[in-house]
């Protein structure tokens, strides 16, 4: 059950520009798509939350209401991103074959800094299965893989090729994630909900 109706991305992007957030949105959402994921029960929204900016960098809220407005819109996000998680329904966000620079540029920070980021919520040691440990891995290798097509692209490669492999990258990140989300977070879904406290 949603306790935060999320604000949507146009807003949301406004308030984390108002709040000059370093962060970007897909990032944001994938960091919480991440911590969802996480074994780390002890990892709380609110941690996430200010490692969107640098260390000793959070906006200083000025009163309870802006406070309360501040949490509110960004748990209406963490809340959707829950349900989401909870369907297993997590997909990359859509993005143009255009600039395939700044595609993979967006997708590695995305899944390094956001998902795998989020997955270990500032802990370098958390107890897990050997098997979802695997998994985390090979999510920072999919992300490598990014990189490794953002090289061959930067020395004329086939744009074609390359935007084949891409396409295979991005559905082997999904899948990796699903996997995650149906054998790790399913099983103990009702146990995640957490609040903003």
């Not at 941690?47 to 000793?56: A, C, Q």
């Not at 993979?104 to 980021?117: K, L």
């Not at 990796?176 to 399913?186: C, G």
């Given at each position: 059950m949603q306790e935060n109706k999320y604000i949507g991305d146009e807003k949301m992007i406004k308030m984390l520009e108002h709040y000059k957030c370093p962060t970007p949105l897909d990032v944001v959402k994938m960091r919480f798509v991440g911590a969802i994921c996480s074994p780390n029960l002890e990892l709380r929204p609110t941690?996430?939350?200010?490692?969107?900016?640098?260390?000793?960098k959070a906006p200083r809220l000025q009163t309870k209401d802006e406070a309360d407005l501040f949490f509110k819109f960004f748990?209406?996000?963490w809340d959707d991103i829950f349900e989401r998680v909870k369907n297993n329904k997590i997909k990359l966000e859509k993005l143009s074959y255009k600039d395939l620079f700044?595609?993979?540029?967006?997708?590695?920070?995305?899944?390094?800094?956001?998902?795998?980021?989020?997955?270990w919520g500032g802990n370098t040691d958390i107890k897990m299965p050997a098997y979802l440990a695997k998994l985390i891995d090979s999510m920072s290798e999919l992300s490598g893989a990014y990189s490794g097509l953002n090289y061959k692209l930067a020395k004329g490669g086939n744009k074609e090729e390359i935007t084949t492999a891409l396409k295979s990258v991005d559905?082997?990140?999904?899948?990796?994630?699903?996997?995650?989300?149906?054998?790790?977070?399913?099983p103990?879904?009702?146990?995640?909900?957490?609040t903003v406290n």
């Open positions: 941690d996430v939350i200010s490692s969107f900016w640098p260390s000793g748990m209406g996000l700044e595609y993979f540029e967006r997708r590695f920070v995305c899944i390094e800094q956001g998902f795998v980021e989020g997955f559905a082997m990140v999904e899948k990796t994630i699903a996997y995650i989300i149906e054998k790790s977070v399913l103990r879904i009702e146990s995640l909900q957490r």
